[in-house]
């Protein structure tokens, strides 16, 4: 067997986005020795590319604001299915959370009297992104970044080495989690670089890795979004929360078909950009849901007024949440009024002057002029839905963000579920980061302290087929069990395209019961072929294993969708039935949990009817009596099921 | 140069042993080497000039005109200009052309000027001649020691440079006389000067040592309103110091070779009135 | 929509050797350079290692050289390109080789370290930072940086002198002073660290000679020698070479 390199650290972090930067930031100064996991480089996290901001209730730029205003903003952009103690923990600290990046030397834009300047976005009833320009997300991951390596220069000067106490373990890929018992063990991983093997034994691990979208065709993710988090949670014994949760973003762009699915920020809209068919209407008046009535502009005039005099005019419908607009923009595609290339137009032309959209949108300008051609202070872009967010994920404590069920893993950030409910609001992704990494080291490094006597032990064998599964596609030219000699193996290339375009025509952004049982027939055939995918070349830096190894988890990931988009028979947020349209109120404290059908952990279990995953229902807690009267009983009604309300 | 049949090169820089192994000292397929050609050219062609016309000590000056390589006129031996700008501070000691003495310091302004440095480093040393093509040099320390760390003191010759910009100004407003020594009038050389002095005074307030003492060496800038204003009008003519230099230096040798053409009798001088 | 055969040159190798293998390759319309790569991996050369992110010019992955340039193979648009050109593509040729277009750019991580952090102000917690946009403008700029390290590629200080690297910290981290002695509330002076000098003495500025490389590659179109560099070379003099600055401050200090 491999010869496998070891190491021993009080506090593993899989993942160096928000999340998990975050988290090692906040476990290191609590004292644990922390070592952070990344496949990409440091500081090129899927952070860099949030656009908008970080919504905080702070009040800068509208007094009114009050963490529980960005409370009940949450839950009504969720549907009331949000984890309400997770709601509420990050409306309180999001504040804290963003005033700290400050004293760690980020630079946000301000206002007139200096403070951090806030702005408008979909769902948020007041000003409430802190921003820098459309790049927040680099701000935030710099900043992270930056406040590690003075952690390291602080290290430097006491123990004269800058990784004694924090180390980044870049170009490194976490392919299980290991456990002595029921407990985290450590992790097993490879170097991209050397393709060599390693283990950091660890009584705390907290998984960070973000979403799931390189499952799908059209996405504004990165090639890291292959759901490794989520697996090996699975793998590891932990369930995974409402997977069937996905948000896809309105606004990406449709041409030309290589950038297709690159975001275009929603500031675009929150500063004023207004979304039309090809006959020129300004079509979002036409989709405002009933329960959304009260709260957004009826006309044009009233809408523009509210830029200017947001205290006496209702919002354009153009903000509503995410999953309004991105339903309204496929409607009107599929009704024949797309722009040529099948999306809807964005235009800020018409709307602010050329200097304006420069300044406030800089990189909107740059990507569009660069990757299309388009000069939007002159013409309109045109965009279309992509897969964005995944509302679902890892099932976790709201306090403590342990996962359930594994004692020593945590989970933070987009891999977490229950925060968003059935869809996230725009500003809370970077919000949930800081609030949940910041817990998540917390309690993973006050676990570890309380174990410093009784390390949970790493289990050889656990090692060993840790390795074997991870050098199987070197071998995989022999044929499978059962099969005829001489097939040559499978193109992992070949694969993940057809598992993206199954799960984008099948499980996408509208679902159909018949549409979803044909892709678990063809996730059931994928799984079986990806057993024999095969790699060639050697272990040092190659794409082709890499992305091998990472079929098994968008397979399991896509399976957890699939099923769960499944069973729930309503559309509510990410999650939109064309054979059941309506939102229940029966379904509204429902969660579904994804759990292996295998709990040993093994995938040998290749049966495509059985597949790898179980679902089980659970009935939420009902949300805290305090918390329910913030909002207005009418409001209430169209949510919640009559017993809930009178309890 | 690389043949292209070492096995592994490995002669220092881009063709060190640990970087790819790739023989070409580069790979560039545009005309990189026209860009510092041209600006070597360009620079010779003044370098030639002047020294010309610096060393020539004649037909430097026709009543209103003085040439701007011999203003102000210090020594014994210059020409007699009414109302200046001559003052014999040299005394008849010295024996060679008076220009030499004061253009000392625009040479020394341009010499150390952030751009002109980026251009001849470029045209002349070739350190580096262009974007990701391999210097020719073994070893290179920058400004780092004697003799180019006396680039630093570039700001004192920009002071210097406000001096003779006000040399020049005047200049420019004694041309304002006919060659009889009458004022207002105006000739075509009267034009020439205009733009010259424009050019030149554009030029010095561009300089990157201009825009920091007015401004860019503050922290707050909301605290010092008029300066963070001043910063910014210079600023936006900093972005324009490469085109200000070559500007104003074609703008300086025409307005000197404009002199020496009447001063030496070959033209003469249209007066507008 | 039309598609053409283009001829590619990628150099693949690692440390032992490599060299620049030919390829044909189908490109469609509005594809940029790192599209053409990736279809390579998916048909012709399963293992040729690359880095990249986003796709989007915003996280700085896929650095590379393309005919000899420093560039972002995510924004190097095949249009630029005739249809006869044969496109080469090499790694980043400033750092060591690791395969194929990966480099090792630890390089960059060791000089980012090198540089003190930000210093907040004492008497400041969190929620009391007052500061005013234009205060923060020029700071705000150099933060754009997205870390592509391309001015650190193409920076000749480093790139043709190996022997330089240790005391120069290259165009990213001087601006990175930059950046942080801008910084409108950063303390470092009061902490005994004066930026202005060390940006000199130890971070090697006096070793760029101000040819603009770095400013001509950045994918962000920073203005990284106007506004950073020759600034901070100012202010570099400002302490050793100015002595009415350096009388000013003395005079100053001691009335305070």
């Given at each position: 067997m491999s010869v496998v390199d070891r190491q021993e650290w009080d506090v593993v972090v899989v993942g160096a986005g928000g999340a998990g930067l975050r988290a090692a930031i906040e476990a290191r100064e609590r004292g644990a020795r922390t070592a952070v996991i990344c496949k990409?480089?440091?500081?090129?996290?899927?952070?860099?590319?949030?656009?908008g901001g970080i919504a905080a209730a702070m009040a800068n730029a509208n007094e009114h604001d009050s963490w529980q205003v960005h409370f009940r903003d949450t839950m009504r952009g969720g549907k009331f299915l949000n984890q309400w103690r997770m709601a509420e923990l990050h409306a309180q600290e999001a504040p804290q959370r963003v005033w700290e990046l400050e004293t760690w030397g980020a630079l946000f834009d301000r206002t007139k009297d200096g403070r951090i300047s806030q702005r408008n976005f979909g769902g948020h009833e007041y000003p409430r992104l802190a921003h820098v320009g459309d790049r927040t997300g680099l701000e935030l991951i710099r900043t992270l970044q930056q406040k590690i390596v003075s952690l390291q220069q602080q290290d430097h000067r006491e123990t004269g080495d800058y990784e004694s106490r924090l180390k980044v373990f870049q170009e490194c890929t976490v392919t299980r989690v290991l456990k002595d018992g029921n407990r985290v063990s450590g992790v097993f991983g490879y170097e991209r670089e050397s393709g060599r093997f390693f283990v950091l034994e660890a009584p705390s691990v907290v998984i960070a890795t973000g979403g799931i979208g390189k499952s799908f065709k059209v996405t504004s993710n990165s090639w890291e979004y292959t759901g490794d988090g989520h697996a090996l949670a699975l793998l590891a014994g932990a369930p995974l929360l409402n997977m069937e949760f996905v948000q896809f973003h309105p606004t990406g762009m449709v041409w030309p078909p290589s950038v297709k699915g690159i975001l275009v920020t929603e500031s675009v809209r929150g500063d004023g950009g207004v979304l039309r068919n090809s006959e020129g209407k300004r079509f979002m008046f036409d989709y405002i849901p009933d329960v959304f009535k009260e709260k957004y502009a009826e006309s044009e005039e009233e809408g523009d007024r509210w830029y200017e005099d947001p205290d006496h005019n209702r919002r354009p419908p153009?903000?509503?949440?995410r999953d309004e607009v991105a339903r309204a923009i496929n409607s009107e595609v599929k009704a024949g009024r797309g722009s040529p290339h099948g999306g809807v137009f964005l235009d800020v032309s018409t709307r602010m002057p050329a200097e304006v959209i420069k300044r406030r949108l800089p990189s909107m300008y740059h990507q569009f002029k660069e990757l299309a051609d388009v000069d939007i202070t002159a013409e309109a872009m045109e965009v279309g839905p992509t897969c964005h967010y995944v509302m679902g994920g890892i099932a976790v404590d709201?306090?403590?963000a342990a996962a359930r069920g594994v004692p020593g893993l945590y989970a933070a950030g987009e891999v977490a579920g229950g925060m968003h409910g059935s869809n996230r609001l725009g500003g809370n992704s970077l919000s949930d980061l800081l609030v949940f990494g910041r817990r998540a080291g917390l309690h993973a490094a006050e676990y570890a302290a309380s174990l410093a006597f009784e390390r949970p032990a790493v289990d050889d064998t656990q090692v060993d087929s840790a390795a074997a599964e991870a050098l199987r596609p070197f071998s995989a030219e022999g044929p499978a069990p059962g099969e005829e000699d001489g097939r040559p193996p499978e193109n992992p290339y070949t694969l993940h395209q057809e598992l993206q375009q199954a799960m984008n025509d099948l499980v996408g952004i509208i679902r159909r019961e018949a549409e979803m049982a044909q892709a678990l027939e063809k996730l059931a055939e994928l799984r079986v072929r990806a057993r024999r995918a095969g790699v060639e070349g050697h272990r040092q830096f190659n794409p082709g294993w890499h992305l091998a190894l990472d079929l098994r988890n968008m397979l399991l990931v896509s399976e957890c969708v699939a099923r769960a988009a499944l069973e729930r028979t309503e559309s509510r947020g990410g999650h939109t039935r064309e054979d059941h349209p309506a939102m229940e109120r029966t379904w509204r404290n429902i969660n579904l949990l994804c759990r292996l059908t295998d709990p040993t952990g093994g995938l040998a279990a290749t049966d495509p009817v059985r597949g790898q995953i179980a679902l089980t229902r659970e009935t939420t807690d009902p949300i805290r009596a305090d918390l329910l009267a913030l909002f207005d009983k009418e409001e209430l009604v169209k949510y919640l099921a009559e017993e809930e309300l009178y309890e | 140069m690389a043949t292209g049949t070492e096995p592994h090169p490995n002669s220092g820089g881009v063709r060190s042993g640990t970087r790819a192994a790739i023989t070409a000292p580069h790979l560039r397929t545009d005309r990189w080497w026209l860009a510092p050609a041209v600006t070597a050219a360009g620079l010779l062609a003044f370098v030639v000039y002047s020294t010309w016309r610096a060393f020539a000590d004649t037909d430097y000056y026709a009543a209103p005109y003085v040439s701007p390589f011999y203003s102000p006129c210090l020594a014994e031996r210059c020409e007699t200009m009414r109302s200046g700008p001559n003052w014999e501070i040299f005394g008849g000691w010295w024996g060679i052309s008076p220009a030499i003495l004061i253009l000392v310091f625009p040479l020394g302004f341009r010499l150390t000027c952030y751009y002109y440095r980026k251009a001849y480093y470029r045209g002349f040393w070739a350190s580096p001649p262009a974007c990701a093509v391999a210097e020719p040099h073994k070893k290179y320390t920058g400004e780092t020691r004697f003799p180019l760390i006396l680039q630093n003191i570039h700001r004192y010759f920009f002071y210097a440079a406000i001096v003779v910009a006000g040399i020049l100004t005047y200049d420019t407003v004694l041309s304002f006389r006919d060659e009889h020594y009458a004022w207002g009038h105006m000739g075509l050389g009267t034009l020439v000067f205009l733009v010259n002095i424009t050019l030149i005074w554009a030029y010095t307030l561009s300089c990157h040592s201009c825009r920091h003492i007015v401004g860019g060496q503050l922290k707050h800038f909301s605290k010092h309103p008029v300066r963070y204003k001043a910063w910014q009008w210079v600023g936006k003519l900093n972005a324009r110091h490469m085109l200000l230099a070559w500007a104003s230096l074609v703008s300086v040798a025409l307005a000197d070779f404009y002199v020496y053409l009447v001063a030496s009798g070959a033209f003469d001088d249209p007066r507008l009135f | 929509m039309s598609s053409y055969k283009a001829q590619f040159k990628v150099w693949r190798g690692d440390v032992q050797g490599g060299d620049l293998e030919d390829f044909t390759v189908e490109v469609n319309d509005g594809e940029v350079v790192l599209d053409i790569i990736h279809r390579l991996q998916a048909t012709q050369a399963p293992d040729l290692a690359v880095r990249w992110n986003c796709k989007a010019g915003k996280c700085g992955s896929c650095s590379a050289e393309v005919n000899g340039r420093p560039r972002l193979m995510c924004m190097t648009r095949m249009s630029v390109f005739t249809r006869e050109e044969t496109i080469t593509v090499t790694p980043l040729r400033a750092f060591p080789v690791v395969r194929d277009l990966v480099t090792d750019v630890g390089f960059n991580y060791e000089k980012a370290r090198e540089v003190p952090a930000f210093v907040p102000p004492a008497d400041l917690g969190p929620g009391e930072y007052r500061m005013m946009q234009e205060d923060v403008d020029r700071s705000q700029e150099f933060r754009k940086c997205i870390e592509c390290f391309l001015c650190q590629d193409t920076c000749h200080v480093v790139r043709d002198h190996e022997e330089n690297k240790r005391a120069f910290a290259g165009p990213r981290f001087l601006m990175r002073v930059a950046e942080l002695d801008m910084h409108p509330l950063d303390a470092a002076e009061d902490s005994g660290l004066d930026r202005k000098t060390t940006a000199q003495d130890e971070h090697g500025l006096g070793y760029c000679n101000i040819t603009k490389c770095c400013t001509e590659v950045c994918p962000e179109g920073i203005k990284i020698t106007d506004n950073a560099l020759i600034p901070l070379k100012e202010r570099a003099v400002d302490r050793k070479y100015d002595p009415l600055v350096w009388l000013g401050s003395k005079i100053r200090r001691r009335s305070s």
């Amino acid at each position: 067997m491999s010869v496998v390199d070891r190491q021993e650290w009080d506090v593993v972090v899989v993942g160096a986005g928000g999340a998990g930067l975050r988290a090692a930031i906040e476990a290191r100064e609590r004292g644990a020795r922390t070592a952070v996991i990344c496949k990409s480089l440091f500081g090129k996290a899927h952070t860099v590319m949030a656009e908008g901001g970080i919504a905080a209730a702070m009040a800068n730029a509208n007094e009114h604001d009050s963490w529980q205003v960005h409370f009940r903003d949450t839950m009504r952009g969720g549907k009331f299915l949000n984890q309400w103690r997770m709601a509420e923990l990050h409306a309180q600290e999001a504040p804290q959370r963003v005033w700290e990046l400050e004293t760690w030397g980020a630079l946000f834009d301000r206002t007139k009297d200096g403070r951090i300047s806030q702005r408008n976005f979909g769902g948020h009833e007041y000003p409430r992104l802190a921003h820098v320009g459309d790049r927040t997300g680099l701000e935030l991951i710099r900043t992270l970044q930056q406040k590690i390596v003075s952690l390291q220069q602080q290290d430097h000067r006491e123990t004269g080495d800058y990784e004694s106490r924090l180390k980044v373990f870049q170009e490194c890929t976490v392919t299980r989690v290991l456990k002595d018992g029921n407990r985290v063990s450590g992790v097993f991983g490879y170097e991209r670089e050397s393709g060599r093997f390693f283990v950091l034994e660890a009584p705390s691990v907290v998984i960070a890795t973000g979403g799931i979208g390189k499952s799908f065709k059209v996405t504004s993710n990165s090639w890291e979004y292959t759901g490794d988090g989520h697996a090996l949670a699975l793998l590891a014994g932990a369930p995974l929360l409402n997977m069937e949760f996905v948000q896809f973003h309105p606004t990406g762009m449709v041409w030309p078909p290589s950038v297709k699915g690159i975001l275009v920020t929603e500031s675009v809209r929150g500063d004023g950009g207004v979304l039309r068919n090809s006959e020129g209407k300004r079509f979002m008046f036409d989709y405002i849901p009933d329960v959304f009535k009260e709260k957004y502009a009826e006309s044009e005039e009233e809408g523009d007024r509210w830029y200017e005099d947001p205290d006496h005019n209702r919002r354009p419908p153009e903000l509503l949440p995410r999953d309004e607009v991105a339903r309204a923009i496929n409607s009107e595609v599929k009704a024949g009024r797309g722009s040529p290339h099948g999306g809807v137009f964005l235009d800020v032309s018409t709307r602010m002057p050329a200097e304006v959209i420069k300044r406030r949108l800089p990189s909107m300008y740059h990507q569009f002029k660069e990757l299309a051609d388009v000069d939007i202070t002159a013409e309109a872009m045109e965009v279309g839905p992509t897969c964005h967010y995944v509302m679902g994920g890892i099932a976790v404590d709201s306090d403590t963000a342990a996962a359930r069920g594994v004692p020593g893993l945590y989970a933070a950030g987009e891999v977490a579920g229950g925060m968003h409910g059935s869809n996230r609001l725009g500003g809370n992704s970077l919000s949930d980061l800081l609030v949940f990494g910041r817990r998540a080291g917390l309690h993973a490094a006050e676990y570890a302290a309380s174990l410093a006597f009784e390390r949970p032990a790493v289990d050889d064998t656990q090692v060993d087929s840790a390795a074997a599964e991870a050098l199987r596609p070197f071998s995989a030219e022999g044929p499978a069990p059962g099969e005829e000699d001489g097939r040559p193996p499978e193109n992992p290339y070949t694969l993940h395209q057809e598992l993206q375009q199954a799960m984008n025509d099948l499980v996408g952004i509208i679902r159909r019961e018949a549409e979803m049982a044909q892709a678990l027939e063809k996730l059931a055939e994928l799984r079986v072929r990806a057993r024999r995918a095969g790699v060639e070349g050697h272990r040092q830096f190659n794409p082709g294993w890499h992305l091998a190894l990472d079929l098994r988890n968008m397979l399991l990931v896509s399976e957890c969708v699939a099923r769960a988009a499944l069973e729930r028979t309503e559309s509510r947020g990410g999650h939109t039935r064309e054979d059941h349209p309506a939102m229940e109120r029966t379904w509204r404290n429902i969660n579904l949990l994804c759990r292996l059908t295998d709990p040993t952990g093994g995938l040998a279990a290749t049966d495509p009817v059985r597949g790898q995953i179980a679902l089980t229902r659970e009935t939420t807690d009902p949300i805290r009596a305090d918390l329910l009267a913030l909002f207005d009983k009418e409001e209430l009604v169209k949510y919640l099921a009559e017993e809930e309300l009178y309890e | 140069m690389a043949t292209g049949t070492e096995p592994h090169p490995n002669s220092g820089g881009v063709r060190s042993g640990t970087r790819a192994a790739i023989t070409a000292p580069h790979l560039r397929t545009d005309r990189w080497w026209l860009a510092p050609a041209v600006t070597a050219a360009g620079l010779l062609a003044f370098v030639v000039y002047s020294t010309w016309r610096a060393f020539a000590d004649t037909d430097y000056y026709a009543a209103p005109y003085v040439s701007p390589f011999y203003s102000p006129c210090l020594a014994e031996r210059c020409e007699t200009m009414r109302s200046g700008p001559n003052w014999e501070i040299f005394g008849g000691w010295w024996g060679i052309s008076p220009a030499i003495l004061i253009l000392v310091f625009p040479l020394g302004f341009r010499l150390t000027c952030y751009y002109y440095r980026k251009a001849y480093y470029r045209g002349f040393w070739a350190s580096p001649p262009a974007c990701a093509v391999a210097e020719p040099h073994k070893k290179y320390t920058g400004e780092t020691r004697f003799p180019l760390i006396l680039q630093n003191i570039h700001r004192y010759f920009f002071y210097a440079a406000i001096v003779v910009a006000g040399i020049l100004t005047y200049d420019t407003v004694l041309s304002f006389r006919d060659e009889h020594y009458a004022w207002g009038h105006m000739g075509l050389g009267t034009l020439v000067f205009l733009v010259n002095i424009t050019l030149i005074w554009a030029y010095t307030l561009s300089c990157h040592s201009c825009r920091h003492i007015v401004g860019g060496q503050l922290k707050h800038f909301s605290k010092h309103p008029v300066r963070y204003k001043a910063w910014q009008w210079v600023g936006k003519l900093n972005a324009r110091h490469m085109l200000l230099a070559w500007a104003s230096l074609v703008s300086v040798a025409l307005a000197d070779f404009y002199v020496y053409l009447v001063a030496s009798g070959a033209f003469d001088d249209p007066r507008l009135f | 929509m039309s598609s053409y055969k283009a001829q590619f040159k990628v150099w693949r190798g690692d440390v032992q050797g490599g060299d620049l293998e030919d390829f044909t390759v189908e490109v469609n319309d509005g594809e940029v350079v790192l599209d053409i790569i990736h279809r390579l991996q998916a048909t012709q050369a399963p293992d040729l290692a690359v880095r990249w992110n986003c796709k989007a010019g915003k996280c700085g992955s896929c650095s590379a050289e393309v005919n000899g340039r420093p560039r972002l193979m995510c924004m190097t648009r095949m249009s630029v390109f005739t249809r006869e050109e044969t496109i080469t593509v090499t790694p980043l040729r400033a750092f060591p080789v690791v395969r194929d277009l990966v480099t090792d750019v630890g390089f960059n991580y060791e000089k980012a370290r090198e540089v003190p952090a930000f210093v907040p102000p004492a008497d400041l917690g969190p929620g009391e930072y007052r500061m005013m946009q234009e205060d923060v403008d020029r700071s705000q700029e150099f933060r754009k940086c997205i870390e592509c390290f391309l001015c650190q590629d193409t920076c000749h200080v480093v790139r043709d002198h190996e022997e330089n690297k240790r005391a120069f910290a290259g165009p990213r981290f001087l601006m990175r002073v930059a950046e942080l002695d801008m910084h409108p509330l950063d303390a470092a002076e009061d902490s005994g660290l004066d930026r202005k000098t060390t940006a000199q003495d130890e971070h090697g500025l006096g070793y760029c000679n101000i040819t603009k490389c770095c400013t001509e590659v950045c994918p962000e179109g920073i203005k990284i020698t106007d506004n950073a560099l020759i600034p901070l070379k100012e202010r570099a003099v400002d302490r050793k070479y100015d002595p009415l600055v350096w009388l000013g401050s003395k005079i100053r200090r001691r009335s305070s």
